[in-house]
Nanobody, 116 residues
């Protein structure tokens, strides 16, 4: 079993920054790739960013490239999403994700709202 708990969401003005955190338990955290997804009201959940197990390789959706940074601290079993230059279209619930033994795990989500 894998448990993921996100935190750090909130209300911010356009151009502002937020840092999301996702604390993981119940697995060998350093063995697994981690990702962030988001889902806006009325839209499908979409990929945001991914980091490999040792934090070296990262990959981003084009919509956030250059503004968001994914990182991880394996000693703390935590993955982060630093979000800068936020736009109203970044408003969504953000979810942490990992796959273990072909099973996808999700956190409960944290809401990010960007006002114009």
């Amino acid at each position: 079993q894998v448990q993921l708990v996100e935190s750090g969401g909130g209300l911010v003005q356009a151009g502002g920054s937020l840092r999301l955190s996702c604390a993981a338990s119940g697995q060998t955290f350093s063995s697994y790739h981690m990702a962030w997804f988001r889902q806006a009201p009325g839209k499908e959940r979409e990929f945001v960013a991914r980091v490999n197990n040792n934090g070296v390789d990262t990959y981003y959706a084009d919509s956030v490239k250059g503004r968001f940074t994914i990182s991880r601290d394996n000693a703390k079993n935590t993955v982060y999403l630093q979000m800068n230059s936020l736009k109203p279209e970044d408003t969504a619930a953000y979810y942490c994700n990992t796959v273990s033994r072909s099973v996808a795990y999700w956190g409960q989500g944290t809401q990010v709202t960007v006002s114009s």
